[in-house]
Nanobody, 121 residues
Framework: QVHLAESGGGLVQAGDSLTLACVVS????????MGWFRQVPGQERNMLAA????????YVEDSVKGRFTISRDNAKNTMHLQIANLKPEDTAFYYC??????????????WGQGTEVTVSS
């Protein structure tokens, strides 16, 4: 069973940058396509970015493109989400996701517990 653990969230100010990390344990990270999602309480969980198992292919939603960067280091079983120029509307719970299939876009098999990001104006 794979376990995903996010870290790096917290209270930040608008304009700041932040890097979230997701550590994979239980199985080798390179087995999985992965991605980042976020959710505001009471709203749907939305995908932000996806990355292939090898890391060769990435996708970032248009709404955050240019500010969000997804990357992974399979040697360290870790995935990151770099967020630049944070805005109050980025306030949400951020979730790491992994898929047995080719992409989390097609479906997620594993979720992390989430890390909260709060952006003050």
């Amino acid at each position: 069973q794979v376990h995903l653990a996010e870290s790096g969230g917290g209270l930040v100010q608008a304009g700041d940058s932040l890097t979230l990390a997701c550590v994979v344990s239980g199985r080798t990270a390179s087995t999985y396509a992965m991605g980042w999602f976020r959710q505001v309480p009471g709203q749907e969980r939305n995908m932000l970015a996806a990355i292939s198992a090898s890391g060769d292919y990435t996708y970032v939603e248009d709404s955050v493109k240019g500010r969000f960067t997804i990357s992974r280091d399979n040697a360290k079983n870790t995935m990151h989400l770099q967020i630049a120029n944070l805005k109050p509307e980025d306030t949400a719970f951020y979730y790491c996701a992994a898929a047995e299939g080719p992409s989390v876009v097609a479906g997620v098999d594993y979720w992390g517990q989430g890390t909260e990001v709060t952006v003050s104006s």
